[in-house]
């Protein structure tokens, strides 16, 4: 049981779900199923190169967002490099004018583009892992630090303790094996680099783990695939250790994840939330799905909560990098065509897609037809008795996900005030934002008081095709005949009304001014990605004196650290030096001509790539 020291003086603290948006679509569905924000590319200059958005379609998701109180925050977290500049000042100059509500960066230089005041991110990017870092963000201007997700929960409570500025985790979906803006491994094998939103993956890749001298320890594993991060049954603890907005991976992922994932983190932070009165929830509406959230469902690489209470093994995915869903049961019998799964196992149905282990592969094939207990895939090829079935797409599920009908609504209450000459409408939603709507004329006293009462009710309940949804209604004064007519005004007027105040209102920001701080050292190496004259500037104003060139300037990281990571081969493969220290003298993954010597620092409990590219003539 880990006990938290009281965190230093906060603000009131808003609680955040923070949903990832490939294009409008997607972030529609990520409002609409629960998110109180909302993170998107924008048409450059983010770290997912592939989705990508014109600033109308981002200015389009603000327009959508904002009746909810939900944010729609930029992502502009890339490096830069001189020539960029420019054009990377006119697009934040963009979106701002869009109505985001915030950047999200990793280049400093926008510290010193003379932007208009606006709600400053830090991206993980910026390798997020210590107080130190946080608080020298806080006070350069940072409203809230994005955290690596190799941190346990001391350590993001400790940074939360340490600084009030808005502290965001990531809670779910893919894991960057190398700490996040200081991986170089893409950028060693290609020319497309991490830091610069083009990402080629290659930690998802098989290597051979060798002893660099010809002896082959591991071959043809994916030694470096972590599985997916989910901390849905960790929130109740992070929200006590100080997270203010939990986040979900997924710019890149389809509807069905968006869906799937915000309404099930909807419903676990609403039940967190209702311990804990002193918090608040940051966006209006009660989204409500038409059917049952199952992570285990949508995209998975396997479950891990990484390093979360400590570092460990047991992270990794070896076999093969790709999702391969839920456990569904083990084979029974097998006959020419089809198989059985032993009692207890899930049922599958026609259409679902399917896969399993084979020969230290993953082999996905499809359901043609289901007999009863009886399952005819399109192959039966590598199923044998004892086999474990996965199912990686459950088209049950995919359609009841992709039909969903669910709509986020705003709670309301309504008071009608009624005279012989005039009747005031007034609704209030749950934020006590308001409005009326008035009509005057001369009214009778109505002969049956209950019926016009029940009418009035009937009418003043209503919210056709708008975002609200009425849950009470209070009559005043004098039991009066109105027709339908006039009740139907009242409530389309002060509703309409009541919609324009809350898609004009401006949202509370926390924009931060810089203050004159100086860093903790008076040096930069090649990894802190100085690479323009602005980075560096605002470098210089806060003391460091010595710049490295950036390794994505140089045309060759032979000889260079390519990848920093907590995530350790040796410890997943029970060979820690520490601990059983049975391999011993250099260990080197190879692929083909590319080759990299592994440092173990076990001082700071940390793994380095070191690139010894082969070089053949």
């Not at 924000?37 to 959508?64: D, H, M, Q, W």
Request: charged share 30%; net charge positive; hydrophobic share 40%.
């Amino acid at each position: 049981m880990i006990t938290f020291v009281p965190m230093m003086e906060r603000r009131d603290r808003h609680i955040e779900l923070l949903a990832p948006a490939r294009d409008f679509a997607t972030g529609r569905d990520a409002v609409d199923f629960g998110a109180d924000a909302v993170y998107i590319g924008g048409p450059k200059f983010g770290a997912r190169r592939g989705a990508v958005n014109a600033t109308e379609e981002i200015e389009r998701l603000v327009r959508y967002a904002r009746p909810y109180g939900v944010r729609v925050y930029a992502t502009l977290n890339t490096i830069l490099y001189d020539r960029e500049l420019e054009e990377a000042r006119r697009i934040a100059l963009d979106l701002i004018a869009a109505g985001v509500s915030a950047l999200i960066i990793q280049d400093f230089a926008y510290l010193r583009m003379d932007l208009p005041p606006v709600e400053l991110h830090a991206s993980t990017q910026m390798h997020n892992m210590s107080v130190e870092q946080a608080v020298f963000l806080s006070r350069c201007g940072f409203s809230r630090i994005i955290l690596e997700r190799a941190l346990t929960l001391e350590e993001i409570a400790r940074i939360a303790q340490a600084t009030d500025a808005e502290i965001e985790c990531f809670v779910h979906g893919a894991i960057c094996v190398g700490y996040s803006g200081r991986c170089f491994l893409s950028r060693s094998m290609s020319s497309r680099s991490g830091n610069r939103g083009a990402c080629s993956q290659p930690c998802r890749l098989t290597y051979d783990l060798t002893d660099g001298r010809g002896g082959v320890i591991r071959s043809g594993l994916h030694l470096l695939s972590v599985q997916d991060l989910n901390l849905s049954a960790h929130i109740p603890e992070l929200l006590d250790a100080g997270v203010d907005s939990f986040k979900i991976e997924g710019r890149l992922k389809d509807a069905v994840y968006i869906r799937n994932a915000v309404a099930c983190y909807r419903r676990v932070i609403d039940e967190a939330l209702a311990e804990r009165p002193d918090l608040k929830r940051a966006s209006a509406g009660r989204s409500l799905p038409d059917f049952t959230p199952d992570l285990s469902r949508s995209f998975q690489r396997g479950e891990t909560t990484f390093f979360f209470h400590g570092l460990r093994s047991g992270v990794a995915s070896f076999d093969t990098p790709k999702s391969f869903g839920r456990r569904v049961g083990r084979v029974a019998r097998v006959d020419r065509e089809g198989f059985v799964l032993e009692p207890g196992g899930e049922r599958l149905a026609s259409g679902d897609g399917i896969c399993f282990f084979s020969g230290g592969r993953l082999v996905g094939t499809g359901v043609n037809r289901v007999d009863g207990d009886r399952v005819v895939p399109a192959s039966i090829e590598g199923i044998v008795r004892g086999t474990d079935i996965y199912r990686n797409f459950d088209r049950l599920f995919v359609r009841q996900v992709e039909q969903s009908r669910t709509r986020r609504t705003v709670g309301v209450r309504v008071t009608a005030d009624r005279s012989r000459d005039r009747i005031v409408v007034r609704y209030v939603d749950e934020e006590g934002l308001s409005s009326e709507a008035e009509w005057t004329g001369c009214f009778e006293e109505a002969e049956q008081s209950d019926k016009a009462r029940e009418m009035a009710r009937q009418q003043l309940s209503r919210s056709g095709d708008t975002i609200f949804r009425v849950e009470e209604v209070a009559l005043k004064g004098v039991d009066i005949f109105v027709p339908v007519a006039v009740w139907n005004e009242l409530r389309r007027t002060a509703l309409a009304r009541l919609y324009t105040i809350r898609s004009e209102r401006i949202l509370p920001s926390r924009i931060r001014q810089e203050e004159s701080v100086a860093w903790g050292n008076k040096e930069l190496t090649a990894s802190d990605n100085v690479t323009n004259h602005l980075s560096e500037r605002f470098w210089r104003d806060h003391g460091v004196v010595r710049f490295e060139r950036g390794l994505d300037l140089e045309k060759s990281l032979r000889g260079r650290c390519v990848m920093r990571s907590r995530y350790c081969i040796r410890r997943e493969i029970g060979a820690c030096l520490r601990e059983h220290p049975r391999l011993q003298g250099d260990l080197y993954l190879e692929r083909g001509s590319a080759r990299y010597r592994l440092e173990f620092d076990c001082a700071r409990c940390e793994m380095k790539l070191i690139d010894e590219k082969i070089w053949k003539d």
